[in-house]
């Protein structure tokens, strides 16, 4: 059974806009021994702009991306900001944590990271650029590339260094490339980090660190890591751009997609379990 107090700490927290779905999970809040974050979307702004794009691809790549919701596509079709017509559109299919494959006005396109083009043997040139970066090709011969930049979300700043200052390790886990991941996580002087991950490496990894750790929360927006949200101690997802499997496996849900509302809610949680002792 759930102390009572419990359920004004809940209360304190759904006024905070943290929706917390259980009393054992607000307790166990104040236990966490390590958060395992998301990077895109958590972290991040998730807020992809466009910054650079070389060779005349913008409208194919458009096409490609026009039934994805990651943020990266939401970035291309809003640079492209012409109207699609759905007709040529022949075929669509999205692979998670590497990109879209399609039949685009009868060719075969991909749009995606350099492990899509890998996988399908598309000979892609050295890029030395910040950001993350999309190739597109035709017919499997690389055509250009667009570059992609987020923006750290301000309040990741403050969040990482709060769990530091309590003794609770941080690491990020991402699809983008070793270069983003590194920027990202020296920035935030995040512990360690993992990047390159497919969905179901997220997942192997999480396992890993749950095993040698006590208590483990996983935070994400939830586009590729429902599984992760369902696996961890706590799963903290996004409320505002997380997808709707995410909100529907995580234990906690954060409204406004503000990561500083973790802090909140371990303080509320360490007050309600004095006032409950
Ligand atoms: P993260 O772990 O950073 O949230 P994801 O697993 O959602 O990232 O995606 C990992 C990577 O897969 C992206 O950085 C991108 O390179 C590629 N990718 C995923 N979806 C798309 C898409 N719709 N279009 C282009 N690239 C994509
Ligand atoms: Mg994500």
Known sequence: SIPLGFFAGIGRNSKNGVLIK?????????????????KTGTLTKGEFKVVEITGDILEITAYAENYSNHPIAEAIIKK???????????????????????????????VGNKKLMQKYNV??????????II????NNEFQGYIIIDDIIKTESFNTIK????NNISTI??????????????????????????LPHEKA??????????????????????????AMSDVGIAMGGIGSD????????VLMDDNPYKIIEAIKISKFTKNIIL
């Open 135 to 138: 190739y597109t090709a035709i």
């Open 172 to 197: 990020m886990l991402t699809g983008d490339s070793e270069k983003v991941a590194n920027y990202v996580s020296t920035k935030l002087s995040i512990d360690k980090y993992y990047a390159d991950l």
């Open 22 to 38: 259980g009393g054992n999970y607000l307790e166990l809040l104040s236990e966490l021994d390590t958060i395992i974050f998301d």
């Open 80 to 110: 492209y900001n012409k109207k699609i017509d759905i007709n040529k559109i022949q075929k669509h299919q999205e692979i998670a944590g590497y990109g879209i494959s399609a039949k685009i006005f009868n060719k075969s396109v991909l």
């Open 123 to 132: 000979s892609i040139p050295k890029i030395n650029k910040n950001g993350t």
């Open 245 to 252: 499997a995410a909100i529907a496996s995580a234990d906690i």
């Open 162 to 165: 709060s769990l530091k200052s």
């Open 204 to 229: 192997k990894i999480f396992k890993e660190i749950k095993n040698k750790k006590n208590k483990v929360a996983f935070v994400g927006d939830g586009i590729n890591d429902a599984p992760v949200l």
